[in-house]
């Protein structure tokens, strides 16, 4: 895989604002996804206000409030804006130079490299999906977790706390719990998005602090406008 000046594990509302706006602002984005079927894809239909000129915003239309539509209209969005390779591969371990972050691993071989990494995991790291009686190892429905990266996250030290989400039923879905863990507060610096354990390492969205859309939105932009001071 191609070395990118911002990786980011996790296109969901976070992940992708972020990636969005630094390629707009001509970053070298990789958009790193385990599932280019669940791209910003919402459990519900999002409703405005939304931050102005975001993804968010440009991705919904009132007429057509379907989740699918949305997240297509999304997926088409990232997939065609220059500087931006949005691509499937699962994130297991972080590739080390001393201290500082220069990558990630994957399960499918090929590392993917970069000056800054930025973890957008959501509900996926240690994660555990309850429906009825049934549990599975997911970090919403039939989406695997990162229990690979989740255990080298752990061997290196962070720390994390256990957070718990319900996902109401809808007409197409039925309602479920997810258990996952975020990053305990201590090991993650609000201004600056880093997580301090390491260099050039940072994270945004539900692995960090807790929001619907419009907030991880807000917070995906408000981290590139940070990554775009840090590359000068």
């Known amino acids: 895989m191609q070395d990118y000046q911002v990786l980011i594990v996790g296109a969901g509302f976070a992940g992708s604002e972020a990636a969005y706006r630094l390629a707009q602002r001509g970053v070298r984005v990789g958009l790193l996804t385990q599932s280019l079927d669940s791209v910003m894809m919402p459990f519900l239909p999002p409703m405005p206000p939304f931050p102005e000129g975001s993804l968010l915003a440009q991705a919904y239309d009132p007429a ?51 000056f800054h990494v930025v973890l957008a995991v959501g509900s996926f790291l240690g994660a555990r999906l309850r ?52 990053f305990h507060p201590e090991e993650w610096e609000e201004t600056t998005f880093r997580l301090t354990r390491l260099e050039g390492l940072y994270a945004v969205g539900l692995c960090v602090r807790e929001g619907e859309y419009a907030l991880m939105s807000q917070e995906g932009l408000r981290l590139a406008e940070h990554l775009l001071h840090e590359l000068g």
């Open 64 to 114: 057509d409030p379907r989740l699918w539509a949305f997240h297509a209209r999304a997926k088409y969005l990232l997939e065609n804006q220059p500087n931006l390779h949005l691509f499937q591969a699962t994130a297991t371990e972080l590739l080390l130079e001393g201290k500082r972050v220069v990558g990630v691993g994957t399960w499918e071989g090929p590392p993917a490299r970069a």
């Open 131 to 182: 429906m009825g009686e049934v549990e599975e190892e997911a970090g919403r429905l039939s989406e695997a977790s990162y229990p690979d990266l989740f255990l080298h996250l752990q061997a290196l030290g962070f720390r994390f706390l256990k957070r718990e989400r319900e996902v109401p039923q809808t007409p197409g879905t039925p309602g479920y719990t997810v258990s996952y863990h975020a």
